[in-house]
């Protein structure tokens, strides 16, 4: 089946500093992929759009400044947490969904990452 | 404002019964809905879908049941098992836009 992988799968940063998570479709291409943000015992909540070659679409209250959205291949999509402070801390998840298909289904997730500042 | 959402944080069923998981949204315009399973630090699994077009979706030991009228959706599993104790929510999406909208997510308990 398709798989998606995320990088780190966890990581601990000082508040201030910038932290990159990288989300990556290892056996498919996707035009598009999802991040999403869950916050303990929460639901996810959809972040933004990334769509490969163009500028990522945020959805309402997210900070487009704050989480840098890159998608620069069709198997890539990099989140980059700036400035990050203690209430950025959460568990981020990607999908991506595979090019070409107008199901659905094919759409797959990632592992997520879980991000600590401190 | 929670557009999908899952009344029951949590659920605890016996083995070999049925889990019943219900969902209920307030927009009108979705026309797919999913449901995901997922287990703590892991990404969500998909289970089961459902067009706006069809009451009804079976897939082994799962069915999802979507009456429109009520904009509400449940997840059948039967008979539940062990290994299916997990947090499941359900998903919504509108056509062309493939971005989902998550409900709050229902665990659920098999008893052994």
């Known amino acids: 089946g398709a798989v998606v992988s995320q990088h780190p799968s966890w990581v601990i940063c000082k508040s201030g500093t910038s932290v990159k998570i990288e989300c990556r479709s290892l056996?498919?291409?996707?035009?598009?992929m999802f991040w999403y943000r869950q916050f303990p015992k929460q639901s996810l909540m959809l972040m933004a759009t990334?769509?490969?070659?163009?500028?990522?679409?945020?959805e309402q209250g997210v900070e487009k400044d704050k989480f840098l959205i890159n998608h620069a291949s069709l198997t890539l999509s990099t989140l980059t947490v700036t400035s990050a402070h203690p209430e950025d801390s959460s568990f981020y998840i990607c999908?991506?969904?595979?090019?070409?298909?107008?199901?659905?289904?094919?759409?797959?997730f990632g592992p997520g990452t879980r991000l600590t500042v401190l | 404002d929670q557009q999908v959402k899952q009344n029951s944080p949590s659920l605890s069923v016996q083995e070999g019964r049925i889990s019943i998981l219900n969902c209920d949204y307030t927009n009108s315009m979705f026309d797919y809905f999913l449901w995901y399973k997922k287990y703590p630090a892991e990404g969500p699994t998909f289970l089961i879908s459902?067009?706006?077009?069809?009451d009804k979706n079976e897939d082994g030991r799962f069915t999802v049941f979507l009456n429109k009228s009520a904009k509400h959706l449940s997840l059948h599993i039967v008979p539940s098992q062990p290994g299916d104790s997990a947090v499941y929510f359900c998903?919504?999406?509108?056509?062309?836009?493939?971005?989902?909208?998550f409900g709050t997510g229902t665990r659920l308990k098999v008893l052994a």
């Open positions: 459902i067009s706006s077009i069809k």
């Open positions: 998903a919504a999406s509108f056509t062309g836009t493939y971005k989902y909208i």
């Open positions: 999908s991506a969904r595979v090019t070409g298909t107008s199901s659905y289904n094919e759409q797959f």
């Open positions: 056996d498919f291409q996707a035009t598009t």
């Open positions: 990334s769509n490969e070659g163009s500028k990522a679409t945020y």
